[in-house]
């Protein structure tokens, strides 16, 4: 069973911060790279930001500067720091992983559920 569980979603004013987690099991977390997306209502899906095993990231041009991706692998957590945030940032954010499950014999897509971020006054 491949789980990927979000958490960290809420609330905040434009120009505040937030920081997202992720946290995966039944995949050997250090050798794949994770990835956040977001979604907002009416909208497509949203490639935001990814990292690799070996910790080398790349965002969307639109959060560059402002959002930071980080992994923890004893944790099997992958982080998504969010700061100067601003309206056109709500969204529901999902991690994301292609990744061979463990007992499997090659590699699929895995999506978390999903947490709610909104930024308003």
């Known amino acids: 069973q491949v789980q990927l569980v979000e958490s960290g979603g809420g609330l905040v004013q434009p120009g505040g911060s937030l920081r997202l987690s992720c946290t995966a099991s039944g995949i050997i977390f250090s050798i794949n790279a994770m990835d956040w997306y977001r979604q907002a209502p009416g909208n497509q899906r949203e490639f935001v930001a990814t990292i690799t095993s070996e910790g080398s990231t790349n965002y969307v041009s639109s959060v560059e500067g402002r959002f930071t991706i980080s992994r923890d692998d004893a944790k099997n957590t992958v982080y998504l720091q969010m700061s100067s945030l601003k309206p056109e940032d709500t969204a529901v954010y999902s991690c994301?992983?292609?990744?061979?499950?463990?007992?499997?014999?090659?590699?699929?897509?895995?999506w978390g559920q999903g947490t709610q971020v909104t930024v308003s006054s």
């Open positions: 994301h992983t292609k990744a061979k499950r463990i007992g499997g014999t090659w590699p699929l897509d895995y």
